[in-house]
């Protein structure tokens, strides 16, 4: 049986990089869900399918095809037959993505190719809804959190050393908004489950985080 390791959180709260450090580390394989939801979206953007008009969405899903492979250990998300990883890490793809991702329709399609991925490969996956929905028999779930200043701050950080001029304050109303849709979705939404562990990376950092996640794995699946 493959070992599943589910991170939930909200965004910018450090999952993607917590969760390849530590899929190096145990030799498992990262899967990023939150990129499958962004070339989703990616796709509804391209066509002008607006998020609120739920029948264009379905109509649309049938003509989505995305699936993952991997190049020197990165996860890539291929659309309809097109590499896609460098086009979905903008606002504007991870809005729609939040956005677009309340409905079962475009759920459903995503959670079967991830529940696919778990059965094959020892995993770590990060998401919103791995350890409540798409792993509910994972054998360690953690959330992963830190305060919306924080993540502002971290968001921040990350963009003026790229070089891109940016708002602390905007960034923080952004990351607060995508906390409140996430969370009060009806499908699937964000929530710790309850045989989660929750983390909290205010205080903490990259290093510490990876140890304290590490020690729950070793509690829970080496004993
Ligand atoms: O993790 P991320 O920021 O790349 O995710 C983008 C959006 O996709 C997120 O705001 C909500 C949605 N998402 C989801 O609904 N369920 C997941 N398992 C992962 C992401």
Redesign the pocket.
């Known amino acids: 049986m493959s070992i599943n390791i589910a991170i939930?959180g909200p965004?910018?709260a450090g999952?993607?990089t917590i969760a390849k450090r530590l899929a190096k580390e145990l030799g498992f394989i990262y899967v990023?869900?939150?990129?499958?939801?962004?070339a989703m979206?990616y796709y509804f953007l391209l066509h002008d399918i607006k998020a609120e008009d739920e029948g264009a969405i379905a109509a649309a899903c049938p003509q989505v095809d995305v699936t993952i492979s991997y190049e020197n250990g990165e996860q890539q998300v291929i659309l309809n037959g097109e590499n896609v990883n460098g086009v979905i890490r903008t606002e504007a793809v991870?809005n729609m993505?939040?956005a677009s991702?309340v409905y079962p329709v475009v759920?459903k399609k995503?959670v079967e190719l991830?529940r696919q991925l778990a059965e094959k490969s020892d995993v770590i996956m990060?998401?919103?809804?791995?350890g409540t929905c798409?792993l509910p028999n994972a054998q360690v779930k953690i959330y992963l959190t830190a305060s919306s200043a924080t993540r502002a701050q971290r968001r921040y950080d990350e963009l003026t050393a790229k070089g891109v001029s940016c708002d602390l304050a905007e960034i923080e109303k952004d990351i607060i908004e995508?906390d409140y849709?996430?969370m009060h979705?009806e499908t699937?939404p964000?929530m710790q489950a309850e045989d989660a562990v929750l983390v909290d990376s205010s205080h903490l950092n990259i290093d510490e985080v990876v140890s304290e996640i590490r020690r729950v794995y070793e509690q829970k699946v080496k004993a």
């Open positions: 939930d965004a910018g999952k993607s990023d869900t939150g990129a499958m939801y962004r979206a991870g993505a939040s991702s759920r995503l991830q990060d998401g919103r809804d791995i798409v995508r849709r996430d979705r699937s964000l």
